[in-house]
């Protein structure tokens, strides 16, 4: 079910501004194909309409005529019956005020989607593949890569909302150098466990979790591993503590609420042989060439700064070269669309990747980059350390278990990806209305209250008369109600979770507002039966959007 009223409004809005613009053109030698498309916007001033358009303006310059005269014309051929006021301000805007019809349809239409509310068909099932977290599992998720998990979760969710078919995938580094040196710190630890002296190389891992795996380790084989060649031994520390890594960073981000539908194992490129295959079709295409003993790729030839190499010297092929696979592999899956959420440490790495897909033969922009910039942990105003000498680092767990699942997810959607993020521990743990998410729960909790109060009412608010809700605070509430598809529209264009996280706050507030101008249940019937449909309205919208951002919508607090 896809039902956008603001949408429609819009369409409407811009229809009835190109049949003005038709007539006020008849009289000249101008075509309505000479100008470019007719366009309304939200004032920021409420004082100046529920719509603007600078259509006079344009058509102006084009003319050579005096804007304001223009914006008159249009006016006089302006005909939509949802029009309340329209007025010429300024230079030669044209300010829009809507009567109450469309808002009260809306109305009944919120409570007709229900759950399905907000949500569209803008991206038509297009087939997406969003990769995001993909950290090396050679350490515990660490508070760097929570945000960049919850904004891809979230801007997978939204896109699911606009009706896109969205892939969540993990791509696990097992292959390489870091898995071997995994291995080896593990198994030095458990050589400790029993009583040997180990030597630590300056690269080995040192976390607590390394002897946390050995413990494991010791508890499945005892002392077999040390009865063992040492390279044989060396294997079965590495997978073990591979699998391990995975299980826990798994835990983590289940904890979290994100579940992938697929772990992509990069070692399977290798094992079957698609590195070789690639490097092969590219040399063929002209784009990879040897120098120095090694295969280099022409990434100069689609704007990268540099050539890369992807096989080195020795053979052995580089972090790139996989890559190249993975995503020749992603689109030899049939996905028409991919994203990756990479750390702001990766931003380097865009120009090469869009070189890669289009030597490919790929469309450039079929792949899209969302980078995220990093967090800084505070506390009473202070950063907290997030690394020591000892490999310990701030954990995504500890975050979760200090601030809980509600708070971390909302906090972390709640900026714009190319912001920097200073995540407060203490406003994040707060019970006031100072903490956002705290705040927007309040609101959807003071809902269920005020309906657990309705009593018998609630069997008959169907029969509400939405026509009856005239004060500003009632008008603005329906007002951000009816916008939410076009808000979560925007956001899936944008890959922009913070503009939903903003959306439900500024929703809740303006139900706090309304809570505390208008008493809902009144002696008056009719007027609390018209009362109770924009209360049920706005807890529906309020729990979808907390369900898009994967917070919980708690019915007391």
């Known amino acids: 079910m896809y039902y956008n009223p603001v949408g429609q409004l819009e369409d409407k809005l811009i229809a009835a501004l190109e049949k003005a613009r038709k007539q006020v053109l008849q009289d000249r030698e101008l075509k ?25 303006m344009v058509m ?26 329209v007025e010429v301000a300024g230079p030669g805007f044209i300010n829009l005020t809507l009567n109450k019809s469309w808002l009260v349809e809306a109305l009944d239409k919120i409570l007709e989607a229900g759950r399905d509310y907000g949500r569209t068909n803008q991206g038509k099932g297009q087939r997406v593949q969003l990769e995001f977290v993909s950290t090396n599992p050679t350490g515990p998720l660490h508070v760097g890569h929570s945000r960049g998990a919850v904004v891809g979760d979230v ?12 892939y969540r995938e993990y791509y696990i580094n097992d292959a390489g150098n870091q898995i071997d040196l995994l291995g080896e710190s593990a198994y030095l630890r458990y050589q400790e466990l029993f009583g040997r002296d180990i030597i630590m190389s300056e690269n080995s891992y040192r976390g607590g979790y390394i002897i946390d795996i050995a413990r494991e380790l010791k508890k499945q084989y005892h002392r077999e591993l040390l009865e063992l060649p040492e390279d044989k031994a060396a294997e079965i520390a590495r997978e073990f503590a591979l699998e391990e890594m995975l299980k826990l960073i798994r ?64 053979g052995s092929p ?30 380097g790495y865009i120009e090469r990747m869009k070189a890669v897909m289009e030597a490919l033969g790929y469309k450039r922009d079929a792949l899209e980059i969302i980078i995220v910039q990093i967090v800084t942990l505070l506390r009473e105003g202070k950063k907290v350390p997030m690394s020591k000498r000892s490999g310990e680092f701030v954990t995504m767990r500890e975050v979760l278990e200090e601030v809980g699942r509600d708070a971390a997810r909302y906090f972390y959607s709640m900026r714009s990806t190319d912001s920097h993020f200073d995540f407060d521990l203490e406003l994040a743990k707060k019970q006031s209305t100072e903490n956002p998410v705290y705040y927007i729960q309040y609101a959807h909790a003071r809902i269920m209250s005020i309906k657990d109060n309705a009593g018998k009412l609630l069997e008959e608010m169907e029969k509400g008369d939405a026509s009856l809700l005239k004060t500003e605070e009632e008008t603005e509430l329906l007002k951000l109600l009816a916008r939410y598809p076009e808000e979560l529209k925007i956001a899936a264009e944008r890959r922009a979770c913070h503009l939903v996280a903003a959306y439900a706050h500024e929703l809740a507030g303006a139900f706090h507002v309304f809570y505390n101008k208008c008493r809902v249940i009144t002696e008056d019937r009719e007027l609390s039966l018209a009362r109770l449909k924009l209360v049920e309205a706005a807890r529906i919208v309020l729990r979808n959007v907390l369900e898009v951002i994967g917070v919980s919508a708690p019915e007391q607090m």
Do not use: C
């Open 60 to 85: 102006a310059g084009r003319l050579g005529e005096n804007p304001r005269r223009l914006a008159e014309s249009l006016i006089d051929n302006l005909d939509l019956e949802i029009l309340e006021k």
């Open 32 to 56: 309505e194909s000479e100008f470019p498309p007719v366009e309304v916007e939200v004032p920021r001033e409420k004082s100046h309409g529920d719509y603007a358009s600078n259509l006079a």
């Open 318 to 347: 580089t972090y790139l070269a996989a890559d190249i696979a993975y995503h020749k592999n992603k689109m030899e899956r049939g996905f028409e669309h991919l994203i990756n959420v990479w750390g702001a440490d990766h931003h």
């Open 155 to 166: 801007v997978a969710s939204i896109m699911e909302s606009a009706g896109y078919d969205v």
């Open 251 to 314: 835990q983590d981000l289940k904890k979290f609420g994100i579940v992938f539908d697929n772990w992509f194992s990069e070692r399977a490129l290798h094992e079957n042989n698609k590195i070789q295959e690639v490097t092969v079709e590219l040399q063929d295409r002209g784009y990879v060439y040897e120098k120095e003993g090694a295969l280099w790729f022409k990434s100069t030839e689609f704007g990268d700064d540099k050539d890369r190499v992807v096989i080195k010297s020795d």
